[in-house]
């Protein structure tokens, strides 16, 4: 995590004509370093909850959310260093187009302010979404998910046999009986506020896990597909080699040197992406990228 600079003399301007009270040196950095504690743990809880192949976007997320905070702090203080308070001096020849000016200019800091904030709803976002299948970790991420579905559903329908049977969830293995007595009682409740449900797991409950399940089942077979239609092997090239990279589901480009401005550009208006973590430049793995590579690097 890196922190940017405030300007703390500006700050100490800005405190001085729009307040009695004493500027204490550093509080405006102070202030600015707490945000960026606050956003760099929530960065480290999420890196808990989801795949590492997440982790870098949230460091970049961070990083962002740090540099444009501390640019906001900095112009807020400039902004309010322009003009005083009329409580500090006074009303005679107060400079009114000058305040003006400045409150017009509050009010878009206001809103960059409300962009630099929505960087924190990114950051809890990532990762929370579907599997994305150039994850390393996609296919162990969708097993465990479809393990879970599975498992939801064979007891949803273990539930209904057994209450079928006895009308009462007491007994059923694995499950307390102050829980089950509780579930009883949560079901007669639930019966006479809706009588026409007549089994705990109604059909349109298992059929959206099925439907679940089903989904989950052709993410992981199109991953399959995916990482068997292009082998894992290297393409050797006059500046460099192109890598099928089925592991982490990019074609990558590693040149031996720099590749020229005009190369770059290509590269990069097809898709590509530097990866300083690779060395090399790199997207998805897909027929339409190993043949944008070849054009570009003017491979037969």
């Given at each position: 995590m890196k922190y940017y600079e405030i300007n703390e003399e500006t700050a100490r301007r800005a405190n001085d004509v729009n307040s009695m009270r004493d500027y204490r040196h550093g509080s405006a950095t102070e202030e600015y370093r707490?945000?960026?504690d606050k956003a760099a743990a929530l960065v480290q809880a999420q890196k808990?909850?989801?795949?590492?192949y997440y982790h870098d976007k949230l460091d970049a997320l961070l990083d962002r959310y740090s540099r444009r905070l501390a640019d906001y702090y900095n112009a807020?203080?400039?902004?309010?260093?322009?003009?005083?308070?009329i409580l500090v001096c006074g009303g005679s020849n107060f400079p009114v187009r000058k305040k003006q000016k400045q409150n017009a200019r509050r009010e878009s800091l206001w809103q960059e302010y409300k962009e630099i904030d929505a960087i924190l709803d990114k950051i809890r976002s990532i990762g929370t979404g579907p599997v994305d299948l150039a994850d390393p970790n996609a296919k162990d991420i969708l097993s465990d998910q479809l393990?879970?579905?599975q498992k939801s559903l064979e007891r949803a329908k273990a539930l209904n046999a057994y209450w079928r049977k006895h009308k009462t969830f007491v007994g059923?293995?694995?499950?307390?009986?102050?829980?089950?007595?509780?579930?009883?009682?949560?079901?007669?409740?639930?019966?006479?506020?809706?009588p026409y449900i007549s089994k705990p797991y109604p059909d349109y409950e298992l059929t959206s896990l099925r439907s679940k399940a089903k989904r989950i089942q052709t993410r992981l077979d199109?991953?399959?597909?995916l990482q068997q239609s292009v082998p894992d092997l290297g393409m050797e090239f006059a500046d460099g080699t192109i890598v099928r990279n089925t592991t982490a589901n990019r074609l990558q480009i590693i040149?031996?040197?720099i590749p020229t401005a005009d190369i770059r550009q290509a590269l990069k208006n097809h898709g590509f992406r530097w990866s300083?973590?690779?060395?090399a430049w790199q997207r998805q793995l897909t027929k339409n990228a190993e043949y944008d590579a070849q054009k570009i690097l003017n491979i037969s």
């Open positions: 707490a945000a960026v808990s909850k989801i795949s590492p807020y203080y400039r902004n309010e260093s322009a003009c005083p308070s393990e879970r579905v059923f293995e694995g499950l307390a009986e102050e829980t089950a007595q509780k579930m009883d009682a949560d079901f007669a409740d639930l019966q006479k506020r809706a199109d991953l399959d597909k040149f031996d040197d300083p973590r690779n060395q």
